[in-house]
């Protein structure tokens, strides 16, 4: 079995993306790129509203804290 080279590799690899952008319409490669898009959407979405939320709590956390701090700093008890 002989070592592969680099343009035997390239050569494979072009057949490969020629069948594989032949092979759908217009039509299928809009709907397949609607798809990706509408997930990658999804994800990015999901991944800002983890990040919000736990801002928000961190802020709901300090305001406790500071609201302790001022009981506290008037001398009064909790």
Known sequence: MS????????SYAGAAGSF??????????????GILLGFLT???NAWYTKRKDK????LKDLEKEELIS???AQGRQL
């Open 3 to 10: 070592k592969s080279n680099i343009p035997e590799i390239s």
């Open 20 to 33: 594989g952008v032949g092979a759908l319409t217009m039509n299928e490669w809009a709907c397949l790129i």
């Open 42 to 44: 999804f994800v990015m």
């Open 55 to 58: 801002r928000e709590q961190e």
């Open 70 to 72: 001022r009981i506290l």
